[in-house]
């Protein structure tokens, strides 16, 4: 029997040592089916494969405290301006806005009888053609719509100068 103290141990062994062991190189590694490490390992044990979350990248404790202040600041502001500050806040943002955009599965979804002919769809290729839209707004609503050439890289440096050139201009006049 596979379920046996000494597998058990084995088994709390072997995932403590790699957590994204297989079921497979469990029952490889006990010599039992896999069905059986698959019962020890999800009904006996407990465990559960999970996918860990993905995170863009990890804050450190600099930057963690770089946020804290600016928020702090932030907060101090609005104690002392009340509403006033929050009309002042200007944010942005990007997206792809692409040429054609596909229809979903669920879009495409019909009904069919069964003497009616096979019904086909056609992959196509939703970035066939797109472009990267930034937008800028306020509590009032869009200041700056500016579209970014073909190629162009979204880097600071390219932030900035659309500060100065386009989106101070674009509050002024507002």
Same mark, same amino acid.
């Not at 407990?46 to 804290?68: G, H, I, Q």
């Not at 932030?74 to 944010?91: F, K, P, R, S, W």
């Given at each position: 029997?596979?379920?046996?103290?000494? !597998?058990?141990?084995?088994?709390?062994?072997?995932?403590?040592?790699?957590?994204?062991?297989?079921?497979?190189?469990?029952?490889?590694?006990? !010599?039992?089916?896999?069905?059986?490490?698959?019962?020890?390992?999800?009904?006996?044990? !407990?465990?559960?494969?999970?996918?860990?979350?993905?995170?863009?990248?990890?804050?450190?404790?600099?930057?963690?405290?770089?946020?804290? =202040?600016?928020?702090?600041?932030?907060?101090?502001?609005?104690?002392? =301006?009340?509403?006033?500050?929050?009309?002042?806040?200007?944010?942005?943002?990007?997206?792809?806005?692409?040429?054609?955009?596909?229809?979903?599965?669920?879009?495409?979804?019909?009904?069919?009888?069964?003497?009616?002919?096979?019904?086909?769809?056609?992959?196509?290729?939703?970035?066939?053609?797109?472009?990267?839209?930034?937008?800028?707004? =306020?509590?009032?609503?869009?200041?700056?719509?500016?579209?970014?050439?073909?190629?162009?890289?979204?880097?600071?440096?390219?932030?900035?100068?659309?500060?100065?050139?386009?989106?101070?201009?674009?509050?002024?006049?507002?």
């Amino acid at each position: 029997m596979a379920t046996t103290t000494r !597998n058990e141990e084995r088994t709390l062994e072997l995932i403590r040592e790699n957590k994204r062991m297989t079921v497979e190189d469990v029952a490889r590694t006990l !010599n039992v089916s896999i069905d059986s490490a698959y019962s020890l390992i999800h009904d006996t044990l !407990n465990f559960s494969k999970v996918c860990a979350r993905w995170v863009p990248n990890e804050l450190t404790e600099e930057r963690k405290r770089e946020r804290l =202040d600016i928020c702090s600041r932030h907060l101090a502001h609005y104690h002392e =301006d009340g509403e006033n500050y929050l009309q002042q806040i200007v944010t942005g943002d990007e997206t792809w806005i692409h040429h054609y955009e596909p229809e979903s599965k669920q879009q495409i979804m019909q009904w069919k009888h069964p003497s009616s002919p096979v019904v086909r769809t056609f992959k196509t290729q939703p970035s066939a053609g797109k472009l990267m839209l930034t937008v800028f707004w =306020d509590s009032q609503g869009p200041i700056l719509e500016t579209y970014q050439k073909r190629g162009t890289a979204v880097t600071s440096a390219l932030y900035c100068d659309m500060h100065q050139v386009e989106l101070k201009p674009a509050i002024h006049s507002k």
